[in-house]
């Protein structure tokens, strides 16, 4: 096998390991949908840094719930986006749009979470500070998105 054909080969597997990963996770968290309330109790064993009873039981599973409807956003935008990739839609506006959006949905998760742990439970933290450390990421990769499609743009007019 050459080495083009080893690359091409390559670069498929991996994307398609990229699909299988999102679609576990989307399985993944279906069930912690279904599991919500249970989950919950569990964590309402532990102690509360501010609201106790019912609030609190109502603040985790709804804000349990908002950030499960963050991931299927999040992840259904980059199931988008890596198809694209797939097809050779690299450097395009829609992938910079795709980033932007990435990084505001996990933006808004870092505001739940950090919301949730400072009321209800301070093990979410985890999710605040993954999700302040991936933002910047994102926001980073799509800049470069952004100056690689403009220079790709100013390539087009030039010839």
């Known amino acids: 096998m050459d080495f083009n054909k080893k690359k091409a080969y390559e670069e ?17 968290a279906v069930g912690m949908c279904i599991l919500g309330p249970k989950l ?15 609030a609190r039981f109502l603040i985790l599973l709804i804000g349990g719930y908002i950030c499960a409807t963050i991931l299927f956003v999040f992840l259904f935008t ?7 990739i797939q097809e050779g839609k690299v450097f395009v506006a ?8 990435l990084s505001n949905l996990v933006l808004v998760a ?3 979470s950090f919301v949730i742990g400072i009321t ?22 799509k ?3 952004g100056k690689a499609v403009e220079m790709q743009d100013e390539l087009d007019y030039t010839v």
């Open 12 to 28: 498929n597997v991996s994307i398609k390991i990229t699909k299988a990963f999102i679609l576990i996770l989307a399985v993944a």
């Open 40 to 54: 919950v109790g569990m964590i309402m064993t532990k102690d509360s840094p501010m609201i106790v009873g019912n």
């Open 78 to 84: 980059l199931y988008a986006m890596v198809k694209r």
């Open 94 to 101: 829609e992938n910079v749009s795709s980033l932007s959006k």
């Open 110 to 112: 870092c505001i739940v």
């Open 120 to 141: 209800c439970t301070y093990m979410i933290f985890i999710i605040t500070a993954t999700t302040a450390f991936v933002t910047p990421i994102i926001r980073v990769i």
């Open 143 to 145: 800049n470069a998105f």
